[in-house]
């Protein structure tokens, strides 16, 4: 197991003990409670209708799209889905939260208690609980740099569907915070309900930091917010930890309030302090009935659900022989999953992993493409494993060939006709070759025989250098041993 999380203080060791909050936008056309488009990147205010802007006497009319989608996350998440929640108004001001209240879920959310599984980096898993996930309608956006003195409101996000889905304390470190992001984030993808676009804010997490001497009950935390990348969550959980810890020492106490993290500086400010339930004055919103599912309904979204990461990294391991490692990089998006299922079809599937991910993986990231935009298709990668495999070529200039497609487009069988490559298994030629190399370096050849075993490898890679990589390395190695040792 990896060893436990621990900042070192002055007074000893120190645990940090993380929660997260994360928002993410519901995939839908419409917003929550009105039939305004939620599509990102239109011009400001215009996709605003009277119910978004809170005109008088406009009634919310609930989005049956959002709830089943919300459902689906359920039960993607291994949740109780509650067939009976309610929408609460929680009371608060925000300049761009025209209502003056948010309609949100309080006591009685539609998903209950569930679980995710983090792959942790030794191959081990860590079960996190979830503790709920309820719907709620998003604030609309305030600009404070359109005009030095005025702040300008853009109210295209008002009313935009989303999940807050609440983690229990169970997290620990920096990095484990950062898998349970992406293991979310991969959840919502593969069942379609949040396309995880963080730089797009249509998924977002409020970090819950606390620090405790091993042992000792809970701390107070600091909440951190709005955090929009894995990289920023990180670094916030750090300064914020070692932060807490030094109040601590020092004898303070830590203040229970929100805080904000300054990506420049690297280092979280006070924001507010943290309300508590009561200062929203949450109260059931009279203008929606509660929300009533059907059983058969949800039942049906479930049998609909695709086959989920954690289900297909087993398979993945069960019946392709994959190491834990290697399954989890292949499952994280259902696009990746399904394009090495194309490529190890009816080839060894152990290979095929090693040339997606080492060799299509590194050139990709290289390039800075995604692998929708790869130069090299599954059937392609798929031919070039074939030609290894029937011993058309070596693995030595597959690496040549491989590069070669990425840059043109070519198939693997075009360029090593075009190019000669074809792996040189013909005995004759071989031995031909080793001869040569045996007769300019027979000074050598005497000290092998001397008991100099390790000049073995100048002998193979000299012979492969003439061949100019197209000998059959198997075959060289085989017919060396004869001639050197008989």
């Known amino acids: 197991m990896t060893e436990p999380y621990r900042i070192q203080g002055e007074t000893g060791e120190w645990e940090v003990v993380l929660g997260l909050e994360v928002h993410a936008q519901v995939i839908s056309q419409a917003k929550l409670f009105s039939g305004s488009s939620t599509k990102f990147g239109s011009e400001a205010n215009t996709q605003v209708s009277l119910v978004d802007a809170a005109m008088p006497g406009m009634l919310p009319v609930i989005n049956r799209e959002c709830v089943e989608q919300a459902v689906r996350t359920g039960l993607a998440l291994k949740a109780q889905i509650n067939l009976r929640s309610v929408f609460d108004r929680k009371n608060y001001f925000y300049a761009d939260l025209p209502q003056g209240y948010q309609i949100s879920q309080y006591k009685d959310p539609i998903v209950g208690e569930g679980v995710l599984l983090l792959d942790l980096p030794d191959g081990s898993t860590k079960s996190v609980g979830i503790e709920r996930l309820h719907l709620e309608q998003d604030a609309g956006k305030s600009l404070h740099d359109q005009h030095p003195q005025k702040t300008y409101i853009d109210l295209n996000r008002s009313g935009v569907a989303l999940m807050e889905i609440v983690s229990k304390p169970d997290l620990s470190s920096p990095e484990e915070a950062g898998l349970y992001v992406k ?3 991969s959840i919502l993808r593969y069942v379609g309900t949040c396309d995880g676009n963080m730089q797009e804010g249509s998924m977002r997490a409020d970090v819950n930091v606390s620090v405790r001497k091993p042992g000792d009950p809970l701390g107070t935390r600091c909440e951190i917010k709005n955090m929009n990348s894995v990289r920023f969550i990180h670094q916030a959980i750090e300064y914020e930890a070692r932060r807490q810890i030094e109040i601590l020492e020092s004898g303070g106490k830590i203040d229970q309030e929100t805080r904000l993290f300054d990506t420049g500086r690297g280092e979280t400010r006070s924001m507010r302090s943290k309300e508590d339930a009561h200062d929203y004055r949450y109260f059931p919103d009279p203008d929606l009935l509660p929300l009533v599912l059907d059983q058969a309904r949800v039942d049906a979204l479930g049998a609909d659900l695709p086959e989920l990461p954690d289900v297909k990294k087993a398979r993945f391991i069960a ?24 490529l190890a079809k009816g080839r060894d599937p152990k290979i095929a992993a090693n040339w997606l991910i080492s060799e299509l993986f590194g050139a990709l990231n290289k390039a800075g493409k995604d692998l929708v935009d790869s130069p090299v298709s599954a059937d392609a990668l798929g031919g070039l494993v074939d030609l290894i495999g029937d011993g058309t070529i070596s693995g030595r200039i597959a690496k040549e060939v491989f590069a070669e497609m990425f840059e043109t487009g070519k198939s693997a069988g075009e360029i090593v006709e075009e190019k000669g490559l074809r792996q040189v298994s013909d005995t004759g030629a071989i031995e031909g070759i080793i001869d040569e190399v045996l007769a300019e370096n027979a000074d050598k050849v005497e000290q092998y025989r001397g008991g100099k075993d390790k000049l073995f490898g100048f002998f193979v890679g000299q012979t492969m250098k003439k061949s100019q990589g197209k000998a059959n390395p198997g075959m060289v190695n085989e017919l060396l041993r004869k001639k050197l040792d008989g």
């Not at 019946?319 to 194309?342: H, N, Q």
């Open 319 to 342: 019946d392709f022989g994959l190491s834990p490692y290697d399954a989890a990089i292949l499952v994280e998006e259902r696009a990746t999953a399904d394009w090495y299922e194309k």
């Open 183 to 185: 293991k979310l984030r």
